[in-house]
């Protein structure tokens, strides 16, 4: 299986796609078309499946959130539905980076690329050689997802 470790804000969620949300009072989340567009190009040319990554995945205990909700509505919508999610981990030492590998470390994906706007993987520097950073200005667009496809396709 290949894997696209995914956040959202700064990603699926660009500055103006972040705007136009704020404008309608936040009562619906508009992710950035062009990123959306972007993540169906990676998933189509390699059937890698997305992992949520980001604070947008549900806690242990608590109910998903509306706008967890219209995100998995959309990527439903898109073609590229949310496969899972990386845990919480309950320690506050933790970083996204653990969070990443303990996912790995049970579920073994043969290549996998990591989509975000921030370096979070300060206990794991080794997964930088797999992560695509992504302007926040501008959210995920189509050099990212070539670079992303490239990343998973060199694993393969």
């Not at 950035?32 to 995945?57: I, P």
Request: aromatic share 8%.
């Amino acid at each position: 299986m290949k894997v696209i470790f995914l956040d959202v804000d700064g990603v699926m969620i660009s500055e103006e796609s972040f705007l136009l949300t704020m404008a309608l009072g936040g009562r619906m989340v508009f992710f950035s078309r062009k990123a959306m567009k972007a993540l169906k190009k990676v998933v189509r040319q390699t059937g890698a499946v997305v992992v949520l990554t980001s604070s947008w995945r549900p806690m242990p205990g608590y109910a998903p959130t509306r706008s967890y909700e219209q995100f998995c509505t959309a990527l439903q919508r898109n073609g590229t539905p949310l496969h899972d999610r990386t845990p919480w981990l309950e320690d506050r030492e933790h970083d996204r980076g653990d969070e990443i590998v303990t996912w790995m470390e049970e579920h073994q994906p043969e290549a996998w690329v990591i989509i975000d706007d921030n370096d979070r993987f300060r206990s794991h520097p080794e997964l930088k050689e797999r992560w695509v950073r992504i302007d926040p200005a501008h959210g995920f667009t189509s050099p990212d997802a070539d670079k992303a496809i490239a990343i998973l396709e060199d694993q393969g």
